[in-house]
T-cell receptor, first 114, second 110 residues
Framework: EPEVTQTPSHQVTQMGQEVILRCVPI?????FYWYRQILGQKVEFLVS????????KSEIFDDQFSVERPDGSNFTLKIRSTKLEDSAMYFC????????????FGPGTRLTVT | LAKTTQPISMDSYEGQEVNITCSHN???????ITWYQQFPSQGPRFIIQ???TKVTNEVASLFIPADRKSSTLSLPRVSLSDTAVYYC???????????FGTGTRLQVFP
């Protein structure tokens, strides 16, 4: 079964540093998403991305966050200046179509900001 | 998007059928119902999706009554490996995002 992969599995960084989380989508998928889950809390939507642009974003996804698909394969989430409260599990998800199509989630990157 | 309410936790034993009911009183006409499963430290995984009546796949069944204000996920003959959090989500054709609630933590005992 095809799967979404994410790297790194765990990232430790100091407050104020930039981090880039990477995702390799399933090859024929066209829609890409980032979600996060703070330990013990709900999975929260961050952003959706289609046709090389953001289609929707949440209030969490402020100017410190950005996404891109630099080489047509990887899909990245950048946090410019990390804060302690950015510590969470970050999940990439991809789908073939929009809305009612099944989203396939990656295994996640655990980000720890110290 | 319609708010969903589901039990915080449920316990079961191996081999039993488990039914998890979710209420979504404010579901809109074109909204659909989706269930995801999440194991600890893993991403959510799609289980099943439906609009009305009954949907069945190799993993589960989804029952949706005519008024669509609730839905029931049915897991036949659960095993220890079904211990996970199960999320009921209402999706809309106006958005791609998935809105997760707190889910139902299912614990299966031997």
């Amino acid at each position: 079964e095809p799967e979404v992969t994410q790297t790194p599995s765990h990232q430790v960084t100091q407050m104020g540093q930039e981090v880039i989380l990477r995702c390799v989508p399933i090859s024929n998928h066209l829609y890409f998403y980032w979600y996060r889950q703070i330990l013990g809390q709900k999975v929260e939507f961050l952003v959706s991305f289609y046709n090389n642009e953001i289609s929707e974003k949440s209030e969490i996804f402020d100017d410190q966050f950005s996404v891109e698909r630099p080489d047509g394969s990887n899909f990245t989430l950048k946090i410019r200046s990390t804060k302690l409260e950015d510590s969470a599990m970050y999940f990439c998800a991809t789908s073939y179509g929009a809305q009612s199509y099944e989203q396939y989630f990656g295994p996640g990157t655990r980000l720890t900001v110290t | 998007l319609a708010k969903t309410t589901q039990p915080i936790s449920m316990d079961s034993y191996e081999g039993q059928e488990v039914n998890i009911t979710c209420s979504h009183n404010n579901i809109a006409t074109n909204d659909y119902i989706t269930w995801y499963q999440q194991f600890p430290s893993q991403g959510p995984r799609f289980i099943i999706q439906g609009y009305k009546t009954k949907v069945t796949n190799e993993v589960a069944s989804l029952f949706i009554p005519a008024d669509r204000k609730s839905s029931t996920l049915s897991l036949p003959r659960v095993s220890l490996s079904d211990t996970a959090v199960y999320y009921c989500l209402v999706g809309s054709y106006n958005t791609d995002k998935l809105i997760f609630g707190t889910g139902t933590r299912l614990q299966v005992f031997p």
